[in-house]
């Protein structure tokens, strides 16, 4: 029974403390950094908990007998017991329940200031009687709850005031690391890398560095709580990664803030080739998300239109090509849809890069997707489930996502969820989009011109 009150006990104040932390990283940096001790007293008396005090002399109950019958066919008689007891106080422990365990089948549950518990008493002779005393089993969970509340009320204003202290700190490093650089605050809390970009650079600082020295890493780039479990470690490093990037706003300056040690000169004194490599394959990656590292490791800013970047898809690119108003990025799963669109947004004056409309027999397909990129001032990308599951759409996409920045990457939602979306990139929920089951091609079509030619 013991066993049973703990495990519930535990899960309740997990789940407590989870939503309290979850709580605190969503939080705007204005709220944590100038109203902080406001912020905690708040916190606190959100999550406060009054004591459950029970009325054990107005105990109300109703009886009712079964005829059962044993194993060996011998009749016993089943008296199940309804009690509703008053109470005064917080039910959220009360209510709250395991996974697994008797509780789970709601042996009893609380409404309307009564815990309603029913009770299954078999004669007390018998080998396997349930429940025989209800009464002093409901004055055992009082107990217990009782104790437990008092333990999460004293414990609570330390676990509060660490996490937001905690956090205001690493907010501070946020700011400094941003005025560093010359970097938007704004801009860095909206971004956020997608999952490949995440495995590759896992994999890339795993091959780097040895499983001793992960913690190490993580504690120069100022998370100490980061260590190392042990397990493989690229995998280790991208989980750790994507928990920065979800848990809170600044997840994508924590990334940086990793990859900024890992491109230090400083950690490759006795090996300056392995530093030049690693910046090559890091920047690879970064340039993407329009930054990238020198070679003193100071991080770089990358202009959005006809940026290095750019430059950078296509060494060999014509840069004398046609030049156009937007490129249609989708999936060919897509392309009647698409099609459909291409043709109403032709009759337009806007110049259009789509493949069926450029690409001739003979083409370099990579090499005029490129060129394409390049030179469109703005992006369509139609995302679908095709779309977000393909390799070559996701090359355009992150070609593509710079212009996110200047706000000229315009997305089509083609059959996706809010959480297809996040799953995919959590930025694009920042940035508006059209639903093409809510307007039509024309209406569509309509938006995106005047988004181009009245920016």
Sequence with gaps: MEELFTEK???????????????????????????????????????????????????????????????????????????????????????????????????????????????????????????????ETLKSIIDNLTKEYSYWNDSLKEYIENNVNYRKNILLNFKKFCKKYGLSEKEIMEMGFKLAALETLSKIIADTYPGSDITVLFKKSGFPEIVYTGDTKWKFLCETFEIMQEECIEGFYKILKVIEVVCDPQEYLLNPELH???????????????????????????????????????????????????????????????????????????????DASILKIGDNIRKKINQGLINSDYGIIVLSKEFINRSW???????????????????????????DLAQFF???????YMDSDKYTIKEICDEIYSKIRCP
């Design 9 to 135: 006990i535990d899960e309740f104040i997990h789940h407590n403390l989870l939503e309290i932390q979850k709580k605190i990283n969503a939080e705007d940096c204005l709220i944590i950094l100038n109203n902080d001790d406001e912020y905690i007293n708040s916190l606190i008396k959100s999550y406060y908990s009054n004591n459950i005090e029970v009325d054990f002399d107005k105990i109300d109950y109703t009886k009712k007998t079964d005829k059962k019958y044993d194993y060996y066919g011998n009749p016993i008689k089943l008296n199940r017991y309804s009690f509703k007891v008053p109470y005064k106080g917080d039910s959220h422990l009360l209510n709250y329940r395991p996974k697994k365990g008797l509780y789970r089948e709601k042996t009893y549950f609380s409404r309307d200031n009564y815990i309603y518990f029913e009770s299954l008493n078999f004669d007390i002779n018998h080998p396997n009687p349930k429940f025989y005393n209800s009464i």
């Design 276 to 354: 030049k490599e690693i910046l090559e394959k890091i920047n690879m990656i970064l340039v993407f998300y329009g930054f990238k590292f020198n070679e003193e490791g100071i991080l770089l800013k990358l202009d959005t239109i006809n940026n290095k970047f750019k430059k950078s898809i296509n060494k060999n690119s014509n840069h004398g090509e046609d030049h156009y108003d937007v490129f249609i990025s989708h999936s060919s799963t897509d392309k009647p849809w698409v099609d459909e669109l291409n043709e109403c947004l032709s009759k337009t004056d806007l110049k259009i890069w789509y």
């Design 393 to 419: 759409t996701n090359f355009e996409f992150d070609s593509l996502y710079p212009l996110i920045a200047e706000e000229k990457l315009l997305p089509i939602n083609h059959g996706l969820s809010s959480d």
């Design 426 to 432: 959590k930025p694009l929920l920042n940035t508006q």
